[in-house]
């Protein structure tokens, strides 16, 4: 087979190539922009270890994929598609196996190329039917948080907080991404289409997915997979990974214990999912019912809580109907009889019917908002309550905040170390002038290292001591033992 003269970088448009010699098939093109890629890479990162693949194996798996695709789709319904049984599995491996010696004896006949590398194909073409195709490799490896794809050349993961371009994780064309996403969405009731053009959805291994295509995108497929890797399960797993410090996250836990209503604010991917999740992790009486509410289900607090409903909101179809929001799934929740709710993330009109919902009997509630600084998401949390139809006025929506919300603890993100970390945990105490005010109660200390106890008595002191919360103050302000 002809090798193309030169890779192109395929930014452009379709991906041009020749069709393998002998065999009736798909165009094929040049199988990897690695050189270019790598020449334009503005984070380029170590060298991947894994072979580059060559070209008469690009055409080869072109083909077979094919061919395998419509079996396998006449073997297996849509549901086992996404979640194969482990009988599918073998029966799809041993299907692979047959076609790619049967592509190699009539290569030998035909004396066209041979594949170089049946196992490398055998492993490409199982995880293009039943896994993540191309992203397989990222997906199993654990230390890639986020794998992101602009383009059918340009997939970027991210790890320990870094990004880089994987130059040797390339997709045919944008068809080849688009297929992917709706095999993945399909399943689950969720649809990517010119009427649909933007869609998330939850993996079954808990990721996230979120993927636009035109006209919500100017040309291309773009995929987003926040991989959950959920790095702790208790606060107490948070505080080895440098999240927060031990005497913290005892605070925290007590606070939530006793009833304490708690918003986590930071920026994107600051852990505040993450944070949430160990905090609701510490709600753990059979007296308590949590009912969690999430545009896309990311908690597990079901797994770990004697009485928890998770609710999942969802888009509405083509037809415009049958979307569920956030804000029915809120007052939904009201009447579940929970005694706490948690919304994974606030970023409208729900606000308002958090904060009333935190102020009527649910106590201990949890929700999460972007923001930079607690007082930034106290006012932040005003403004997405004014969005909501009921219409009320600033100054009553800052009274509510003040009067409801008790705790805010601020996430931040370090690029340089990766590292996700409790900076501030902030206590409200009231309103002044219009304006709410409050104590910051932990602070990061002067070397910027620690997260310590600033020695102010918290107002939840009585919260605890109401309910019978064991807990005990450090003894002094900036205490390194703390
Ligand atoms: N405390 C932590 N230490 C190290 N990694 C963490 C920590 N918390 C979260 N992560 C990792 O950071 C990524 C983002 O976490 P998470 O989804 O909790 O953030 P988020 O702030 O809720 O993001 P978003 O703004 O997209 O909702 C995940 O890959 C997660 O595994
Ligand atoms: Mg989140």
Partial sequence: MARPSAPQPALNGDLQGAKPPGMAGPQTGPARAGALARAEAPFAGPPDPSPPVSPADRAAERILRADVRGEVGRLLDERHLLKPRPEDETRIRILIRERVSSYQRNAAVTNTPLIHDPPGLERRLFDGLL????????????????????HPRRVFCIAGGRKR??????????EEVRQLVKRLVGPLGRRLDDSSPMVDARLPDGSR???????????????????FILRAHSLEQ???LGTLSEGAAHFLEAAVQAGTNIIVSGPTGSGKTTLVNCLGAAIASPEERLVTVEETAELSLEHVLPDCVALQARAGNVEGTGEIRIRDLVRNALRMRPTRIVIGEVRGGEALDMLLAMNTGHEG??????????RDALDRLALLASMAEERLTGESLTKLVARTVELVVQLRFEPRTGRRRVVSIFEVTGLESGVVTGNELWAVDPAGDRLVW??????CLAKMDARAVPYVL???????SA
């Fill in 474 to 480: 450090p003894p002094s302000p900036g205490d390194r």
């Fill in 165 to 174: 371009l994987v130059d040797d994780v390339v997709f045919d064309d944008d």
């Fill in 454 to 459: 600033r020695g102010i008595q918290p107002r």
């Fill in 209 to 227: 997915l979120n993927a636009a295509i035109p006209p919500a995108t100017t040309r291309w497929c773009a995929v987003t997979i926040r991989k």
């Fill in 131 to 150: 896994r993540l195709g191309p992203l397989q490799p990222l997906m199993d490896d654990s230390a890639i948080e986020e794998i992101i794809v602009n």
């Fill in 238 to 240: 948070l505080v080895p």
């Fill in 365 to 374: 509630s949890l929700s999460t908002l972007h923001a930079n600084s607690p």
